[in-house]
């Protein structure tokens, strides 16, 4: 039997999609009409972005799964029937790219780049950065993109120590889980890195008590999500010294407003929401394989939990 797919991302990113979710059921051998129209009673499967055109799931009676080109969910969950297989995007793509940037922004900070560019003053100033061996550095959030991030830091020299709601067990990687763990994971952190979903659990997990934890001077990367930082806080310890600097890439409110005292403020550096995202590519492979395991009857690849928020 034919299984009906319909692509319900953006609609200026079908033409991408198309051709290479063809190719990709095609060498999977799966029976599939894939489309970016369809009689909701007919679908079996919505490749779903929340900017795309479905917001209503009541008239898809058939449905199997619904497969996301989001890694983050909290947008997606309370849109998408309880009950209703939910999978999240997580591909090569996106990871590889978020762990390109992690750790050229760590480097920034190790080698001390800004101080370097900003100090083209004449004045010769020959002191050279520590060794990665000599740097800790604390990964907050162990999934797919923060592991990966871990051990390429790890992989580099550096002392690097991660935390999660759940403990685990990764090479190279100093592991810590829980209210005791986040504070030895924050204790020696002189670059921290936020990559833990956006869920009420995760919400200002970087607070005036978190940060005090960290050492004088610590450094913030959050490619994650916006809520995990509380604003008001980092920027009273910005302020106040006990953080160096902070680079932000995520925020609670996108775009960032231009009244927003982080645009203005000496030590915060803001990218806009970029430091990666779904490659079409790599996407397609993931979506495939899962439309060829739901057909087969296989548990589904990133299948999001309900009671965890991701």
């Known amino acids: 039997m034919t299984a009906n797919v319909l692509f319900a991302g953006r609609p ?5 999609y198309e051709p290479l979710l063809k190719t990709e059921l095609s060498r999977l051998a799966v029976d599939a009409d894939l489309r970016n129209e369809f009689p909701p009673e007919d679908v079996d499967y919505i490749v779903y972005a929340p900017s795309g055109p479905v917001s209503d799931f009541t008239a898809f009676t058939r449905l199997k799964a619904v497969l996301s080109l989001w890694a983050g ?7 998408v029937p309880a009950g209703m297989p939910l999978t999240r995007m997580v591909d090569a793509g996106l990871e590889r790219g978020m762990t390109e940037w992690v750790v050229g922004h760590t480097l920034r900070y190790h080698l001390g780049m800004d101080t370097h560019i900003l100090r083209q003053n004449g004045r010769w100033e ?3 950065p520590p060794l990665a061996k000599d740097r800790n550095v604390t990964v907050m959030g162990l999934g797919a993109l923060g592991t990966a991030s871990a051990l390429a830091l790890a992989a580099l020299g550096f002392q690097v120590s991660g935390w999660s709601r759940t403990q685990k067990e990764i090479a190279g990687v100093t592991c810590h889980s829980g209210a005791d763990g986040l504070k030895a994971a924050l204790a020696h952190a002189e670059i921290v890195i936020l990559l833990l979903p956006d869920t009420p659990a995760t919400e200002n997990t970087l607070n005036a008590d978190t940060l005090a934890l960290l050492p004088a001077g610590a450094k913030i990367i959050n490619p994650g999500r916006g809520p995990l930082i509380d604003d008001d806080a980092l920027l009273t310890a910005l302020d106040n010294g006990q953080i160096g600097h902070a680079t ?6 996108e775009p960032l407003p231009p009244e927003h005292p982080y645009w203005a403020h000496p030590n915060v550096t803001v990218t806009p929401h970029i430091a990666s995202e779904t490659r079409e590519s790599t996407a397609a492979e993931v979506i495939a394989e899962n439309i060829r395991r739901g057909e087969a009857g296989e548990p589904l690849l990133h299948l999001v939990d309900r009671s965890l928020g991701y």
Do not use: H, M, S
Not at 12 to 16: E, G, K
């Open 12 to 16: 200026d990113a079908w033409p991408a």
């Open 73 to 79: 969910v909290e947008k997606i969950v309370p849109v």
């Open 126 to 128: 020959p002191k050279a």
């Open 248 to 253: 932000l890439d995520v925020f609670r409110v």
